[in-house]
């Protein structure tokens, strides 16, 4: 019994350490707005959708992790089934503690007509008994739509090595200026985060025909690094946009119980992990790290204690709610709510809530030119919602 209270002191100790060492944020502390908003169902019969991207100003697109892909019309609701051929994994939700991957984002991007998809890629391989090997990748892939079938499918990369886990796949697209921002998540395998020369644990930037930019790390004294890796260390990042103040790309990362943060995706930055956890710790209790943050990593600009399992960020531009303007918007798995980061000279000022258990896990967002936005849960019975005014 002495031994157990012992081992119990400590893990509270250790817990308690970390967190009396940096101001985290705790989301459970933040207020509700006082901005007027409505919540109305646009569409419905969504099952476990993922990722939204709009075609145009009427035209959303859908990804679902068992691998539907739906056009819905904003206007009237109609989703439209479109044909695919994204080799993705079976996404499995009979398990979800164990299962998830499968088709991830998308983003369709104006300046080519292209469809930017990642998703879990399925390597389709046989063993000597001729049963199929479980192996796989997150992936990116690029195709066009035209009558209700992505054409011309590519693939443009898949993350190696090929692992058997079913777990932290990332994945999330930003483009810019031509560039290919995706997120790729560890694998569940920790310090693989640290090695840049396999892509888990890592953000990779390629040009959006898949060759690799001459001026990657790798061509910048980090000479062990992939061509294609230009940011290490993070364990599950499932968010990723641009920013309207600095027009740096940022990312959301996912820590394990706690840690959960926002950072900025700069060349051959490493944010630590799993040397360090940001203040997170193990799903036993134990400490990850002696400290939270060490000075030779990147540190985010913000991070939650407890965990908020943060799933998608976007700055907000429309005139439906314009005392938003620039602001961060944030969508949580577990906190079931959409949060408002205030900013102003490129920091968090303040922290709010939109609206919190009203529609489950939230997993992705997308906002219109108007102001709009389009939100999804995470949920076999999910539905499109449209908040606005």
């Known amino acids: 019994m002495k031994i157990i209270t012992s081992i119990c002191f400590l893990i509270f100790l250790g817990i308690s350490s970390l967190k009396s060492e940096e101001n985290f944020s705790n989301y459970k502390k933040y207020n509700l707005t006082k901005t007027k908003f409505k919540l109305d169902i646009v569409a419905k019969d969504l099952h476990y959708p993922w990722a939204l991207t709009f075609l145009d100003k009427n035209n959303l697109l859908v990804t679902e992790k068992k691998?539907?892909?739906?056009?819905?019309?904003?206007?009237?609701?109609?989703?439209?089934?479109?044909?695919?051929?994204?080799?993705?994994?079976?996404?499995?939700?009979?398990?979800?503690?164990?299962?998830?991957?499968?088709?991830?984002?998308?983003?369709?991007?104006?300046?080519?007509?292209?469809?930017?998809?990642?998703?879990?890629?399925?390597?389709?391989?046989?063993?000597?008994?001729?049963?199929?090997?479980?192996?796989?990748?997150?992936?990116?892939?690029?195709?066009?739509?035209?009558?209700?079938?992505?054409?011309?499918?590519?693939?443009?990369?898949?993350?190696?090595?090929?692992?058997?886990?079913?777990?932290?796949?990332?994945?999330?697209?930003?483009?810019?200026?031509?560039m290919l921002f995706a997120s790729f998540g560890e694998r569940d395998q920790g310090m693989i985060a640290q090695d840049p020369t396999k892509h888990p644990g890592s953000i990779i930037r390629i040009k959006t025909n898949g060759s690799i930019p001459k001026d990657n790390p790798k061509f910048n004294g980090k000479e062990t690094w992939l061509p294609e890796i230009y940011t290490i260390g993070v364990r599950n990042p499932q968010g990723m946009t641009i920013s309207p103040h600095d027009g740096e790309v940022y990312f959301s990362n996912h820590g394990p119980r706690g840690g959960d943060h926002i950072g900025k995706v700069e060349a051959g930055a490493n944010y630590g992990w799993k040397d360090i956890a940001w203040g997170g710790t193990e799903y036993s209790g134990f400490s990850i790290g002696d400290i939270p943050f060490k000075k030779e990593y990147n540190k985010p600009i913000i991070t939650w204690v407890p965990s908020i399992a943060i799933s998608s960020i976007q700055f907000y531009n429309g005139d439906i709610f314009p005392e938003w303007q620039g602001d961060m918007i944030v969508s949580s798995l577990n906190g079931k709510s959409l949060i408002r980061l205030k900013y102003e000279n490129n920091k968090i000022v303040e922290e709010e809530i939109i609206f919190k258990d009203k529609i489950g896990r939230i997993r992705d967002f997308e906002i219109d030119t108007q102001g709009n936005i389009y939100i999804v849960s995470d949920s076999p019975r999910s539905k499109l919602w449209k908040l606005s005014k």
């Open 67 to 178: 691998g539907g892909l739906f056009k819905i019309n904003i206007e009237t609701g109609v989703k439209n089934k479109i044909e695919h051929g994204i080799s993705h994994i079976d996404f499995d939700d009979g398990s979800m503690a164990s299962s998830q991957g499968g088709l991830l984002d998308t983003q369709f991007n104006n300046q080519d007509g292209y469809i930017y998809f990642t998703y879990s890629h399925d390597f389709k391989e046989l063993r000597i008994d001729k049963k199929p090997k479980k192996n796989w990748g997150t992936a990116i892939a690029r195709g066009k739509l035209k009558n209700n079938e992505i054409i011309g499918l590519e693939v443009l990369l898949i993350a190696k090595p090929k692992l058997s886990t079913n777990k932290h796949f990332g994945s999330r697209i930003a483009i810019k200026d031509g």
